[in-house]
């Protein structure tokens, strides 16, 4: 288990949510893991994370706490998410971890510019704010 990710307590990972992804704090939710509200697309999404997580694990930084599998409505993206609002995708049966940077919203997975210690930035950001 990497220690990667920076622990957030809860109010700071409210905040985070708010800053980050302001759509899950609106009044209509976007967000929902009732099974009942995924389509057949969405239902086959979670199968495909289902299998990733039980063939691969889970990735090294993402905490095992309270895992659900949640839908966006307005992305249509189905996704992992813990208790600490960490997100993972499935990709060729494998789980990775997707990350927001705090400091400019860019998203994204390792390769897609968070290859830094701390995933809470993106590398733009995490070289700014360490040169
Ligand atoms: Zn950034």
């Not at 288990?1 to 949510?17: D, F, V």
């Not at 009044?27 to 509200?37: G, Q, R, Y």
């Not at 905490?63 to 499935?90: C, D, P, R, W």
């Amino acid at each position: 288990m990497s220690n990667l990710t920076k622990k957030l307590n809860e109010e700071e990972a409210k905040e985070y949510i708010k800053n980050n992804f302001p759509r899950r704090e609106a009044k209509e939710e976007i967000t929902t893991t009732n099974l009942a509200e995924f389509g057949y697309r969405e239902i086959k999404e979670a199968k495909d994370l289902l299998t990733a997580y039980v063939e691969n694990g889970l990735p090294d930084d993402f905490n095992n706490e309270e895992i659900t599998i949640m839908f966006n409505k307005h992305s249509g993206n189905v996704f992992l998410t813990n208790s600490e609002y960490q997100v993972a995708f499935a990709s060729e049966g494998k789980l990775y971890s997707f990350y927001s940077c705090s400091e400019c919203g860019h998203e994204g997975s390792e390769e897609e510019g968070f290859n830094n210690e701390d995933k809470s930035l993106c590398d733009e950001c995490y070289e700014k704010e360490n040169s």
